[in-house]
Structure formats: C-alpha cells, structure tokens
C-alpha cells in the first residue's frame, strides 16, 4: 500500500525570521524563538534542523517564555549579527539573544550555537525544546541525558551536545526543559559538538561581548556615508555571514527548498557560489571600503579559472571549490506549505550559462584596479577563459535564469561575453600583460555590432531577449550597469521604458513573463527591482528611482532583510536571505545617493 502523503502545515512565513551566523553557516531564528532551519558544521552540510521545510519531522530548537499575549519584538544589537527577540506582556517581559561562534582551540575550530535568556521584568517560565533531525531529517537522534546536558548522536552526523543550568528530559527524540527566572536573572545554552571544552559563565560572557565587539568593529570600517546607511550596513552584514571564513566563497544563499511558487516545485538549493555573482560581490565590496573580503572573494574565484584547462567554468562551485552535488530530491519532507519536491544539490551547475564569464571577469577586472595585482599564474588562467569565451560566444546558452528548456541565444549572455573581452583587454593594457590583442579586440567588436545588430527589434522599438524574439527579460537592465550604452542613450531608453511598462509593477520587476519550461508562475525577482531603480537614477529619472527605491525598503522584513523573490502582496518567496538581492540594494542605494547629490553618472568605476 502506498505511503500517504502527510499534509504540510504551513506555520511560519520566510520573512519571519531574523539569521545568525559564525563565517561557516547560518541560522533562522523565527519571531517565535524557534530555531527552525540550521546546517552544520557548514552551509553545505546536511540540515540539523529543518523545520521551515517541514514542521513535523524536520527538526527544530525551541526556546520561549510564557507570557500571555506578549507582544514580539525582534532586532540586532546595533551593527551586528547578534540577534534579539524580545517578548513584552503586561505583568512580564524577557528577551533571547541569539548568536553563532567559530573559534580555534587546540589547532580545531570549535561552533557554538549560544542562547542567552534573561527576563527584564516579573516572573517568566520557559519552555525549551532541542530537537535535532541529523541528515536532511533521514536521521533521528539518540538521546542521552546527563546533568545539565543533553547529547544528540545519529551516523551519519556529528555527535552534538546542548549544555546549561536547567534540568533536561528525554522526550520523542529530543530534549526539553522547563524552567523559571525572576527578573533579571539570565542563564546560557550552549549547542556544540560532544567533546569539546565547556566555557564558564565568565568565558562565555567574553565569547558574547567579543562577538559584539567584532561584528561593530566590522561594520565601522564601511566607508558608505549616504542615505539609506542602515539598510546598506544591514546589507553589507548579511553579505559578511554568507561569507565562507575557511574559503572565502560566499553562499548565493543560506537555505535550500525554500519554493519560489507557493505549493509549486521551484524549489532550489542555492548554498553554493555562482560565479555569476563574483563581479556584483567584488563591487559592493569595495564601494563600501572592505577590501580584504573583495579581494579573498577574487582570489577564490581566480582559483576557478585556473583550474579549468579548457577555460569553460562550472556556473556553479560548492563553497570550497569543489563540483556541486547532483539535484536530489527529499521525499520525506512536506515542504515549506506544501511546495516540493525538497530538492538538494542543483543540476544548472552544468549548464552553458555564457554570461558567467562577464562576471568572472568584471570581477578581476575591479579587483586589480583597486586591489592587488593579478598573479601571472591567474593571468594565465584568465586568458584560457577569454579565449573559450572568443571561440564560443555565438553558441545558445540556458542564460542567466538557468531555463530548463531548450537553449537559445540570449541578449544577456552575449552582452556578458563583451564584457569579458572588454575587461581582460583593459586589463591587459592597464597592467601590460601579454595578450593576443588583436584577436581579442575582433572578437570584441565582433560581439557588439552582433548586439545591435541581432537583438535591436525596429518594430518593437527596444532591445529583445532573444534572438529572433520580441519579449523583454529583467536582466537587460544589465546593459548600462556594465557600460555597454549609455543611460541615456535613445535607444536604452527606450528599451527601460518598455521594461516598466510589460515588467514592473508598482517598483516590482518580474526576470521575465513567459513560459519558462516549469509548471507555475513564479514571483517579481528583488535583484531586478534594485536594478531597475539604478537604471533610473542612471537615467536621469530620479525621483521617480527614489519613489521605487523607498517601497522596495519596506518590502524588507522587519530586520531589513531579503529572499529572491516578492509575491505580489511583496511577501517573500524563495530562498532567505539571498546575496544578490542585497548586493543590487548595496548598488542601488550607491548610485541614488550620488544621483541625488547631483552627481549624475558614475566614475568610480569607468
């Protein structure tokens, strides 16, 4: 007999959910104190807790006061990745701050998951729960309760242990405690792996002040003075946590499963690192003054480049550089309101996808104008890239929204083929290295007059797509971000006028409106909005950017942060917090400022 598909309940929203993190992985922390998505030990690893994929079985760590009809408050303690979710009531009020550390002792690196409680007024009893589904949720714990400990421990999977001063019971593979605090009295959690050294309660209060410290410390160093700073500081912290310490990769995002259709089944894994996104990291990064991450992010994508002898790149690479596992989907959960399959891994990473080596080399490119000189051993590796690039870029492609659908020629991708050739022969001059010029500069021309000449549409009055086509896709708004034309150019305007028309909406911009290969219909991509806002500021048009810009930030959650995708009451779908979303506000926010200071054009990065 046939197993009877469970019902998913759909309980918390995306947006509901504040994130943690130690440079390896990441937490959600939802409003109600649940920990409710966690890979360990890495981003990549198998989820620990995956609740917000399946309420029932895919484990979750809970923690919360009882407090009858409490208002809750979530929020970082100032320019930090420390989280704070607050729960206030008439005769009581508490608060859990919530935070992530990665330390090396004895020449190991030791995590901890630390969750302070502390109640700031009344008497409060609280219920916890710890209850860790290890392998995706294919793996229920054994449970083994001592003093003031709880392990967990599944094969496969690390042996994990949750310690503090409260009582522990085992109960359905899990531990709970229940437990009263007076005002202002406050005790630790600690979730870490079985074997390693317990802090006391004056250690651990330096661990927590140290994390405060080093996160402010870290976001004092951004050079961005302008409008908006708290919103470009949150967007700069997230973009640290997604940070690979051990590689210096960055996560496209922390989650996986989470659908960009509700109930539908485009549900991806993006805990990997798209090259696609290197130029858009490297130039947040150094626009706000952090350096040393543009240039580690360089370095690790330069490493890919050399590593292929054919010059023809994976899309795709796990964080420590390594091929990305094949798409697998995950049967036994529900799925986030019922949206499956749960799918891990991603088979786009072997797609032709062209427009990946425009980023790879606009990245370079930045980096080497101001950062550090590029290595010849890199170099070398790059020219590999652009002469795969010049011997290859008339080839149809799955383009730059990875289509499951047959391949076709596509604006963007070629645009991004210019820009590779554009960015190594500036390069190569800039720093006078060897290269065959003039076969690159054909193939640059060569690329351009094909641009005009295949993807301009005289009856639809704008640029297309796709060649041969007559629909517009929201990653032309590309064009003048990476000074292929103007901004105002006659015919880029043109061509921005029909994107508002046929794909924004009220600030939101859909990737494109058309059958795509999948069933269902996804929702307005959060990157294009921030694009299509520097396109206006760009053109000129900015008050009517500023308009667009000041809804796309209440759009934000309540910590200001972001998924892929809005549906059109603008609730998140897809996958949380996502990287590009809050590199293009970073982009966005830089060139409004400058715009409405009356700096019309951008030098920085001519």
């Not at 796990?318 to 036994?332: F, N, R, S």
């Not at 193939?443 to 549409?457: G, K, L, Y």
Request: charged share 25%; net charge negative.
């Amino acid at each position: 007999m046939a197993k009877r598909r469970r019902k998913a309940r759909l309980e918390r929203r995306i947006a509901d959910h504040g994130v943690i993190g130690n440079l390896f992985t990441m937490a959600l922390v939802a409003l109600d104190g649940t920990i409710d998505y966690l890979c360990w030990p890495d981003f990549d690893s198998p989820s620990l807790f995956a609740a917000l994929l399946d309420h029932d079985e895919g484990g979750a760590f809970e923690l919360a006061p009882e407090i009858d009809g409490a208002r809750v408050l979530q929020t970082y303690l100032p320019e930090s990745n420390v989280l704070v979710t607050r729960w206030l009531g008439k005769e009581a009020s508490a608060e859990v701050t919530d935070l992530m550390t990665a330390s090396r002792e004895d020449d190991e690196w030791v995590f901890r998951l630390i969750r302070r409680i502390r109640v700031t007024r009344g008497t409060v009893r609280l219920r916890l729960r710890c209850a860790p589904r290890f392998d995706y949720a294919r793996h229920k714990p054994k449970v083994t309760v001592r003093k003031g400990e709880a392990v967990f421990s599944a094969a496969p999977g690390p042996v994990l242990r949750l310690w503090g001063p409260v009582r522990f019971s085992r109960r359905k593979a899990g531990a709970e405690a229940t437990f009263t605090l007076e005002a202002d009295e406050a005790l630790d959690l600690v979730l870490d792996e079985a074997g390693t050294g317990k802090p006391d309660a004056d250690a651990l209060e330096r661990i927590v002040a140290e994390s405060v410290c080093d996160w402010q410390a870290w976001a004092a160093k951004s050079s961005y003075k302008g409008r908006w700073r708290d919103a470009v500081t949150r967007s700069a912290l997230v973009l640290k946590l997604m940070t690979s310490r051990r590689h210096g990769s960055i996560a496209a995002a922390a989650t996986f499963g989470l659908p960009e259709t509700p109930g539908g089944l485009r549900n991806w894994d993006y805990r990997a690192t798209w090259v696609r996104d290197a130029s858009f990291t490297v130039y947040a990064l150094m626009r706000l003054g952090y350096q040393d991450e543009a240039m580690a992010f360089t370095r690790w994508v330069a490493d890919r480049a050399a590593d292929c002898p054919d010059g023809r790149l994976q899309v795709m690479y796990a964080m420590d550089g390594g091929i990305v596992q094949q798409e697998t989907a995950l049967p036994h959960l529900a799925g986030h309101g019922g949206a499956r399959p749960v799918r891990i891994g991603n088979d786009a990473a072997g797609q032709l996808q062209l427009d990946i080596y425009g980023a790879l080399l606009d990245s370079i490119y930045l980096s080497n104008k101001y950062g550090d000189a590029i290595s010849h051993a890199d170099w070398h590796g790059v020219r590999g890239v652009v002469d795969y690039v010049c011997a290859h870029w008339q080839r149809p492609d799955a383009g730059i929204w990875e289509m499951r659908s047959a391949p076709i020629e596509h604006l963007h991708s070629r645009l991004m083929c210019w820009v590779a050739v554009d960015r190594a022969i500036r390069l190569a001059s800039k720093r006078s290295l060897s290269a065959p010029f003039e076969r690159w500069l054909r193939a640059r021309n060569e690329i351009s007059e094909d641009i005009w000449s295949t993807f301009w549409n005289d009856e639809a009055g704008h640029f297309v797509r796709s060649k041969g086509g007559r629909d517009l896709d929201g990653a032309m708004l590309m064009m003048p971000l990476v000074r292929f034309v103007g901004a105002t150019d006659p015919a880029w305007l043109a061509t921005l006028d029909a994107i508002g028309d046929q794909l924004a909406d009220d600030g939101l911009v859909m990737r494109y409106d058309r059958e795509d290969g999948l069933d269902g219909k996804e929702g307005s991509f959060a990157a294009c909005a921030f694009w299509y806002v520097e396109c206006l500021a760009r053109a000129g048009r900015v008050e009517q950017a500023r308009n667009n810009f000041e809804k796309l930030l209440l759009y934000g959650n309540h910590l200001q942060l972001y998924a892929e995708e809005f549906d059109v009451r603008a609730e998140f779908l897809g996958n949380f917090p996502q990287a590009l979303t809050h590199l293009a506000l970073i982009s966005a926010a830089f060139t409004l400022d400058r715009a409405l200071d009356g700096m019309q054009g951008e030098q920085w990065r001519a």
